[in-house]
């Protein structure tokens, strides 16, 4: 995956997200007239709600369209491929995207895929007031919003082992991320995470405690997004045994003290 990527400039770049257009192209995801105006909205509603919430550091048009649509959709080819499904998604699966945030990874996901039944969860009320208002306005169906934390939702049975792919996005570290995802994903279920340049150091550290969580590791792959410069990577995790019912534990131990 050594092919370089064109980069535009900004002055080449007009407001009908060219850049996204051209990358979820190269990425294998044409995107239809009405997903590039549902994504010019989701940016217009981010950069309107950030001047009061402080959702994202990220508002510039052409990082927006990169840092977080473009490197939203990079897994999903390898989601595919490893389901073994064609884009759009044909089943109904059920995906959980865990410290969603603004609603990345999962709204770009479910734009593209909107067969994706969503929950969005996060912790922080703004943020969830936000997404409410977005899925609203974007009219996406099949999407529940719930303001909690994973460590509480892993150990209810209304979500613990519940969901087809779980995702991640988060700056935890992995071996504190696989304690929150994996005991959400269904036996055979798929967890995904997105990790920037030190993920291979982390993925060392977190070996020990992928497989006492009941996960399998069955790719650990670069990724490409087009038209950025850094690094990425995409944890792709199976889980082949249940999770033991001690995790994930409560009180923050899952960041005090990460198991490995």
């Known amino acids: 995956m050594c092919q370089h990527k064109p980069h535009l400039q900004p002055q080449n770049v ?46 510039d048009y052409t990082e927006v369209q990169i840092k977080h649509f473009l490197d939203s959709l990079a897994a999903l080819p390898l989601i595919a491929e490893e389901l073994n499904m064609t ?5 109904a699966l059920d995906m959980i995207d865990v410290g969603t945030g603004a609603g990345f990874p999962s709204v770009p996901l479910k734009i593209v895929a909107p067969s994706l039944r969503l929950t969005l ?6 943020k969830i007031r936000f997404l409410q208002h977005l899925v609203g306005m974007l009219a ?12 509480e939702l892993g150990r209810q049975s209304v979500y613990r082992e519940q969901f087809d792919i779980v995702t991640g996005r988060a700056v935890a570290s ?19 995470i997105y990790k920037g ?34 690094k990425r ?28």
Request: glycine share 10%; no cysteine; proline share 5%.
């Open 14 to 59: 007009s407001t009908t997200m060219d850049l996204l257009h051209t990358g979820s192209n190269q990425l294998g995801i044409p995107l239809s007239e009405e997903q590039i105006a549902q994504f010019e909205s989701y940016y217009h509603e981010l950069v309107d709600w950030n001047q009061k919430f402080n959702l994202t550091a990220i508002t």
């Open 87 to 91: 884009l759009p998604f044909s089943n």
């Open 121 to 126: 969860l996060d912790g922080t009320a703004k």
């Open 140 to 151: 996406l169906d099949n999407v529940t919003i719930v303001q909690g934390r994973a460590e």
């Open 174 to 192: 992995l071996n504190t991320l696989v304690e929150y995802l994996l005991p959400l994903a269904r036996l055979g279920g798929l967890v995904v």
């Open 197 to 230: 340049g030190g993920a291979a150091d982390e993925f060392m550290a977190a070996r020990k405690a992928i497989e006492m969580l009941g996960g399998e590791t069955v790719r650990f792959a670069p990724v490409e997004v087009p038209f950025l410069a850094q």
């Open 233 to 260: 990577f995409v944890l792709l995790l199976k889980k082949v045994k249940h999770t033991p019912g001690l995790y994930p534990r409560g009180q923050g131990l899952a960041r005090k003290k990460p198991l490995g």
